[in-house]
């Protein structure tokens, strides 16, 4: 069993700066790859940004220059650096983590709400 613990959200003015946090805990045998989503009212949930075992990162275009992924291996944490917000920036945003533990599957973390007011 894995469970993820996401922090790090709240309220920032447009132009601010949040750093999100997921640690994954449980048995884990090995993690594949690690991203972030986020879903505003109204819409589907999208892909953020991702990071797969060998390093390779991929953004949505929407964040692309303005957010960072990145990861520590030894806490089995993924990290998204967001600079220069803004309020269309506003969504729950939620880690997901392809994990074999042994068995490959995904899992999800609780989400955290970011808000970018003017």
């Known amino acids: 069993q894995v469970q993820l613990v996401e922090s790090g959200g709240g309220l920032v003015q447009a132009g601010g700066s949040l750093r999100l946090s997921c640690a994954a805990s449980g048995s884990i045998f090995s993690i594949n790859a690690m991203g972030w989503y986020r879903q505003a009212p109204g819409k589907q949930r999208e892909l953020v940004a991702g990071?797969?075992?060998?390093?390779?990162?991929t953004y949505a275009d929407s964040v692309k220059g303005r957010f960072t992924i990145s990861r520590d291996n030894a806490k089995n944490t993924v990290y998204l650096q967001m600079n220069s917000l803004k309020p269309e920036d506003t969504a729950v945003y939620y880690c997901n983590v392809l994990v074999r533990t042994p068995v490959l599957k995904n899992y999800w973390g609780q989400g955290t709400q970011v808000t970018v007011s003017s």
């Open positions: 990071i797969i075992s060998a390093g390779t990162t």
